[in-house]
């Protein structure tokens, strides 16, 4: 899952990037409204992280942009302003849930949950997705295969839930990193090879097959 953050207090905005990439999700950090409109247009985001107060153009504005032009993407509106006029103009412009400042890192992750997984009720997404005798929880970030868990880390259940959306079909590298990697990263994209091994480890050699010069293929019998 791929998340936007547009906060323009810098410390908070990389505070929380450095907790939600923990979690398994990669995330692109923007300060200003319009930036944020420009980069939300140009890669298809699973959520917003979307403050009132920015410089350029406010959260509300940015939110009613978005919606205007037919981006249905989830947006959690982040904002130190109070009071129930405010949550009504935030969600008024489209925004799908709203958390006031100063907010519990907790009840943010659960917010995100939350929205992740009424998304995957609206189709957008399945939250459990089955290949052959793997299942991916993704609302739980559980692996079974068959009836063993199998224990695995954020950036391993990142990536194998990229193939696990499309099982059967072949997933290339550049979407892999594009999704499971953010905006910003600029290292070996061999990475994503170094995953693929990690979890033929842990799945059986035979779960993720290469496609030469096109990708891997989660198998799906």
Not at 136 to 141: K, L
Not at 148 to 167: G, H, M, S, Y
């Amino acid at each position: 899952m791929r998340l936007l953050i547009v906060e323009d207090e810098k410390r908070l905005a990389w505070s929380l990037a450095a907790g939600l990439s923990a979690e398994g999700y990669a995330v692109d950090v923007v300060h200003d409204g319009l930036e944020a409109l420009h980069r939300a247009g140009e890669c298809p985001y699973d959520l917003v992280l979307l403050d009132v107060m920015l410089p350029g153009m406010n959260g509300y504005r940015v939110c009613a942009a978005l919606r205007a032009a037919g981006n249905a993407v989830p947006i959690l509106m982040l904002t130190a302003k109070d009071g129930e006029y405010d949550e009504a103009e935030g969600l008024d412009t489209g925004a799908d849930d709203y958390l006031t400042k100063p907010f519990s890192y907790v009840v943010l992750v659960a917010r995100i949950k939350a929205l992740l997984r009424r998304r995957g009720r609206a189709g957008s997404a399945l939250p459990v997705l089955r290949a052959g005798d793997i299942t991916v929880d993704t609302a739980a970030r559980r692996v079974h295969r068959g009836d063993d868990e199998i224990a695995l880390t954020a950036k391993e259940f990142a990536v194998l839930e990229q193939l696990a959306l499309r099982p059967g079909e072949v997933v290339g590298k550049p979407e892999i990193l594009e999704h499971v990697w953010d905006f910003a990263y600029d290292g070996d994209p061999n990475i994503v090879e170094v995953y693929i091994s990690s979890l033929r480890r842990k799945l059986g050699a035979s779960a993720i097959q290469t496609v030469r010069g096109a990708g891997y293929r989660l198998a799906d019998r």
